[in-house]
């Protein structure tokens, strides 16, 4: 039974084939194919590539636009892509090592997505964390082999804590807005769903409005 090939992979594959085998314009191009399977060798790939220029060489003034057009990235993932390979060269170059070993050498258990690598990096960058925290959140990465956005999670409640550690007071206010907002958005979107396609009675809607006045009077005070 023959693969399935979605037409992006089919284009890079018809470049590949106008570019010299081996050559690095050729690796990025090949890279970008097996970027789901891995994407820590498109980011190796792309950081030499914005690091030399050789962009230029291939007829691109800007970075961007050649992710765009040949490689077929947007703007953002490709900074996520440079930024999250830099990361793991800068602070973790023995599981860089150990992803580049060969088979004789121990691999690692499984590699990281992007997105957990890239909130891992976020938040060694916050100066809340402790050392320990960031241990916590690698364990999760590298070892757990959590998604990005349960990482995403486990920092945001560990902010959260250290917060009202830090001024309890201030936290709950916090928590306390945002939550009512919520609940506003959710209730003017019902609203406006009950009362326009005429769901209730006009004393409910009336009612309903003046939930909607005690909840914008609350979030004021």
């Not at 997505?113 to 050392?131: H, I, M």
């Not at 209730?187 to 409910?204: A, I, N, P, W």
Request: proline share 3%; hydrophobic share 35%; net charge positive.
């Amino acid at each position: 039974m023959l693969e399935r090939k979605t037409k992006s992979i089919r284009n890079l594959e018809q470049k590949m084939e106008r570019v010299e085998p081996g050559s690095l314009r050729y690796q990025a191009l090949e890279a970008a194919r097996n970027f789901k399977a891995s994407w820590i060798s498109l980011g190796q790939t792309l950081y030499t590539v914005y690091k030399d220029k050789a962009y230029k060489e291939w007829g691109y003034q800007k970075f961007d636009a050649y992710c765009k057009t040949e490689i077929g990235i947007h703007q953002q993932t490709a900074a996520k892509l440079l930024h999250s390979y830099y990361f793991l060269e800068k602070n973790e170059p023995e599981f860089l090592k150990a992803v580049h070993a060969p088979e004789t050498d121990t691999p690692p258990k499984s590699i990281p997505s992007l997105d957990a690598v890239n909130v891992l990096r976020l938040a060694a960058n916050n100066k809340e964390f402790s050392e320990e925290d960031y241990q916590d959140f690698k364990k999760s990465v590298f070892e757990d082999g959590r998604e990005g956005k349960e990482v995403k999670q486990q920092v945001g409640l560990r902010l959260r804590s250290l917060r009202e550690e830090e001024d309890p007071q201030k936290a709950r206010a916090e928590r306390r807005t945002k939550t009512l907002r919520r609940l506003l958005a959710t209730v003017k979107v019902l609203q406006k769903e009950v009362v326009y396609g005429h769901l209730v009675s006009e004393r409910t809607a009336k009612e309903l409005e003046k939930i909607v006045e005690c909840l914008d009077k609350e979030i004021g005070e």
